[in-house]
């Protein structure tokens, strides 16, 4: 990596952190109390991750307001209020910005710049990090809080140059208001942000068409204002109820039933997924504990909700195609939703099954299928993300011997716990693959690993350590054990993001980890009470100063090796500082 600036000395910090989501924002509070400098990189004008980028029509998180939040402050926790059952987007992002400024964050955010290449220098045992805007920077620790759902993917189907309309991706939402009244608008793709923005869009549009590919199961969100009653019993009991979480299996206070769904009787089944389709949300999957292990038992849950559908939706072919029968429920994201399937009962809502008629091209009038052109003024691609290693991917990191990630990991993403990679020393993953993060409510799973990686640098300062990285054996266990229970789960059953499926050529894998966060944060704690168990931590040597460079003016040929030596030397000094604090 050349220096942009010969003139111009690199930056030395402590930790580079790519991204000011949830993740990216907490991490660098809890560098700052270790007393290191980090610089934060965010890609967005504002902070906020997904909620930055997610600003769609009905876009809403799917965790309840008071589960999807900070825990690390408790005045935080008290004093900001909620106004729903489940957080809107914008509540979200005001959230977000409101703890950016309450912990005197944003001085350390350089806000729209991207991190485009990151390289380790084996020398100096040090990441030089490059950006999009020409900012060359040197740190020891490179810590990715680049977000599981962050890299949107819009499909390459031919003719979208063509469309004279507009278009839109639900990830990449204008920040303008946009305006579908008396508009005729498609939607492609029926995962969460479909389902989302598909009833607010047809609460203005003159014409929706949803062009469905696969039905996906949504279970109503009975969204509503929260009270000033619920708040207070939440917060009354915040510090055991995050405890609580903390120990799930997704992070989230659900009603986790112990009983397996042939436990009990036909009218005693039927009972329960009432219950909880009436209570609403994620919960439903939880109705059993043998929904994600066992065909039989999860048909049982999905055909409950087939039934739901084909009661609500009054034409009983759109009914039959919006019900879903080729994958096992809950192993696609489940949904939640405000009155998706209702909207199909509205006259100017109609659905394209596109398995019966794929689309051919986009054409300038709209989209044309096997079967006939729909005439559109706005497209929007609700389909969705290169999930969990997508963000990584694009950048081009490389580690020892100048390997890239994206290289090492062409088979699949390999990790040890989800947070580090062997061959990439001091590059940590905040949710990364291989760790519960996208199957969590995912703000308890980034305070986990933020905690986790807070605590091994601080180890690291107190032994004046410079060097972590995963042992290859450790990392191949892990690995192993990320496979294995996933197989033994209906999970890898089904083609979707949480396998690399939706994006042609991405190996299968199974990205995240499906033991649970409960039992994961054991495992985490245990690795870092055995002294880092499977990480090999180390004092490495600072490296012989370099030689001053003779000359500053030299031919172009020559400036690239050139700049290397001159910025080790200009690092040289900020090098040692970086050293000694650790
Ligand atoms: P998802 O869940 O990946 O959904 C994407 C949808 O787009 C899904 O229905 C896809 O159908 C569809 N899709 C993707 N490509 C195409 C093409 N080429 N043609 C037609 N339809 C297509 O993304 P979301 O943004 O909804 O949700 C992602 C997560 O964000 C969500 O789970 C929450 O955690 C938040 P397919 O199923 O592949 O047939």
Known sequence: MTSSSLSQPLRTVDAVVVGAGFAGLYMLYRLRQLKLRAQVFEAGAGVGGTWYWNRYPGARCDVESMQYSYSFSPELQQEWEWTERYPQQAEILRYVNHVADRFDLRRDIQLETRVIAAHYDESKHLWTVRTDRGDE???????????????????????????????????????????????????????????????????????????????????????????????????????????????????????????????????ERQQEYERRWRRGGANYTHAFNDIFFNRDANDQAAEFVRNKIRSIVKNPDVAAKLAPTDHAIGTKRICVDTDYYDTFNLPHVSLVDLKATPIKEIVAAGIRTTDKTYELDSIVFATGYDAVTGALDRIDIRGRDGRALKEKWTEGPRTYLGLMTTGFPNLFFITGPGSPSVLTNVVVAIEQHVDWIARCVHYMQERTLNVAEAKGEAEDEWVAHVNEVADKTLFPTTASWYTGANIPGKPRVFLPYVGGLGNYTVICDKVAEDGYRGFLLQSAPAPAPAPAPESESESESESESESESESESESESEDAVAANRL
Not at 191 to 198: D, K, P
Not at 239 to 251: I, L
């Open 137 to 267: 920077m040197v740190a020891r620790f490179l810590i990715s809080a680049a977000g599981c759902l962050s890299a949107g993917r819009v499909p390459a189907i031919p003719g979208l140059d063509n469309f004279t309309g507009k278009w839109y991706h639900t990830g990449n939402w204008p920040h303008e208001p946009v305006d579908f009244r008396r508009q005729r608008v498609g939607v492609i793709g029926t995962g969460s942000s479909g389902i989302q923005a598909i009833p607010a869009i047809a609460h203005h549009a003159g014409e929706v068409v949803v062009f469905q590919r696969t039905p996906n199961f949504s279970i109503p969100a009975w969204n509503r204002p929260l009270s000033a009653e619920e708040q207070q019993e939440w917060k009354a009991k915040y510090p055991e109820y995050r405890e609580q979480a903390r120990k799930t299996r997704s992070g989230i206070l659900y009603d986790y039933s112990q009983r397996g769904t042939f436990d009990v009787s036909e009218a």
